[in-house]
């Protein structure tokens, strides 16, 4: 398994951690078996999310570029994915969200750097891109992270008084 | 340069290493996994002051700042609570409840603690400073203020109060907690129905919390406490603007009074609770602070004391 790979699911599980643990304290009486279970199934979702990123940044520039090269010139690098493990500063108390968020703008920024290059466009419209696709793939799982959390609240025990 | 990054890093990965263990409390009491601690050691009271056999004019639970590590003492050393069972023998006051830890286990006497304490030397106080971040933030308050206004609840009980026998219930905090008293205030109005009056010492909180369900909140302040005034800068529920805050809410229905305690600090030799600092008229900061909070407590509840002014 190479190192990005392994990056890539330690920062997913990174990320899992820091949205699931504010949750289960929203929901008190979740079973260790039941916050275990979210935590690797948000590893993998997360993990994933992360893995497009790069990917989908590169299809918005192919958009945008007057005349892209072949092929996909932008992929994670150990150094690039690196700060994505300390993801689960989202957990951070009070100033969690806004730590997350400066983790995030970091690492996008890192990103287009190398997006400018391959893709023969400017800084700002590369930034721009990763900008874009990062926004649609959190608002595209964020969807999804609430549609799972309001199917399974059915039916789920209210927590006592 | 490699040394200060060093140093940074370090400082943060600890940050978020005490973050999370400040957290896994909070869980680990709102999952079940363990449950809240209701016994004292040997040797320690529930309440002292006013005798146990008849009603007290109201029981007086002091929430302590980040200092607090122990049942007994604080970074005071207990100082304030002994001058205000001094000067009010008709309270009873509680002065065990650990405002910073949701399962009521002081945190001296942890052992990972002990472990952590003596290999890093991480100062205690960190702990309870990221324990007031995780009871001001919206998504860890609720369970926070139902596991401390139950601790306290308990500790009441154990005391003496018997929930719906109208004897007043003061919350007094000091600094950090202030964000603690004011969100247990609703846990406390639904388990004690008694009245409930809040007392906030150079308070930092984020303007959260039901004010509405308490009968009054003194705020103690003066113009030389800067952390006081970091918390009304940092919470934006505590600005004019955000109308409908807890804290706004109840400043509008005139449920709050400003004392000032010029011109102490909110800490150290200047600080409300100095006994070194004297004022013109000869008493300590000290002194001023518990005649303060006892005369405004004997304002609204004396029974057998006749009512003092207003220092």
New interface residues.
């Given amino acids: 398994m190479s190192p990005v790979v392994v990056l890539l699911l330690v920062a997913g599980l990174s990320e899992a951690a820091g949205r699931v ?2 949750l ?9 078996g039941y ?1 275990a279970g979210l935590l690797l199934l948000g590893a993998f979702v997360d993990g994933a999310v992360f893995a497009l990123w790069p990917l989908t940044a590169w299809t918005l520039a192919e958009l945008v570029a007057a005349d892209p090269p072949p092929g996909t010139g932008l992929a994670w690098t150990p150094g690039l994915a690196a700060p994505l493990a ?1 993801s ?2 989202l ?6 969200p806004l730590f997350h968020l400066l983790l995030l703008i970091g690492v996008g920024a890192g990103l287009a750097e190398p997006l400018a290059a391959a893709a023969g466009i400017g800084w700002w419209t590369a930034a721009g891109c990763v900008a874009l696709a990062g926004v649609g793939l959190g608002a595209a799982v964020e969807a999804v992270r609430r549609l799972v959390m309001a199917i399974s609240a059915i039916g789920a025990p209210r927590p006592a ?1 | 340069m490699n040394d200060l990054l060093f140093w940074i890093g370090g400082l943060g990965l600890a ?2 290493a005490e ?2 263990l ?2 896994h409390e ?2 680990a009491y ?4 363990r449950a809240s601690a209701t016994k004292l050691p040997e040797g320690v009271p529930y309440a002292r002051g006013a005798d146990p056999d008849r009603p007290p004019d109201a029981y007086l639970v002091y929430l302590d700042g980040i200092g607090k590590f122990r049942f007994r003492d604080s970074r005071d050393g207990g100082r304030l609570v002994r001058a205000l069972l001094d000067r009010a023998p008709e309270l009873r006051v509680l002065g065990q409840v650990q405002p910073y830890s949701p399962l009521a286990e002081p945190l001296a006497g942890r052992p990972v603690w002990a472990w952590v304490r003596r290999r890093v030397g991480l100062p205690l106080f960190l702990h309870n400073v ?1 324990q007031t ?2 009871a ?2 919206h ?2 308050r ?2 926070y203020s139902r596991a401390v206004g139950s601790q306290i609840a308990a500790q009441l009980r154990l005391a003496g109060h018997r929930p719906g026998s109208g004897v007043p219930v003061v919350l007094l905090s000091y600094s950090g907690g202030a964000q603690v008293a004011i969100g247990a205030v609703g846990e406390l109005d ?1 388990r004690l129905h008694a009245p409930l009056l809040l007392i906030t010492l150079g308070g930092f909180h984020n303007g959260t919390g039901d004010l509405g369900r308490a009968q009054h909140l003194y705020r103690l302040t003066s113009a030389r406490d800067r952390i006081e005034r970091v918390g009304t800068w940092i919470f934006p529920q505590r600005w004019p603007l955000y109308r409908g805050s807890g804290w706004n809410r109840a400043r509008r229905a005139g449920k709050i009074t400003v004392h000032r305690l010029d011109p102490a600090t909110h800490v150290g030799p200047r600080g409300y609770i100095s006994p070194k600092t004297r004022l013109p008229d000869g008493r300590t900061h000290l002194d001023r602070t518990a005649d303060t909070v006892v005369a405004l407590i004997r304002a609204r509840y004396s029974t057998s004391t006749a009512t003092d002014p207003l220092p």
């Fill in positions: 643990l504010p289960a304290a929203r929901r008190p009486g979740a079973p260790r916050v300390l689960a500063v957990a951070f108390p009070l100033l969690g008084a | 940050l978020i973050a999370l400040a957290r909070l869980l709102g999952a079940g996994w990221m971040f995780v001001a933030d998504r860890y609720p369970l639904a």
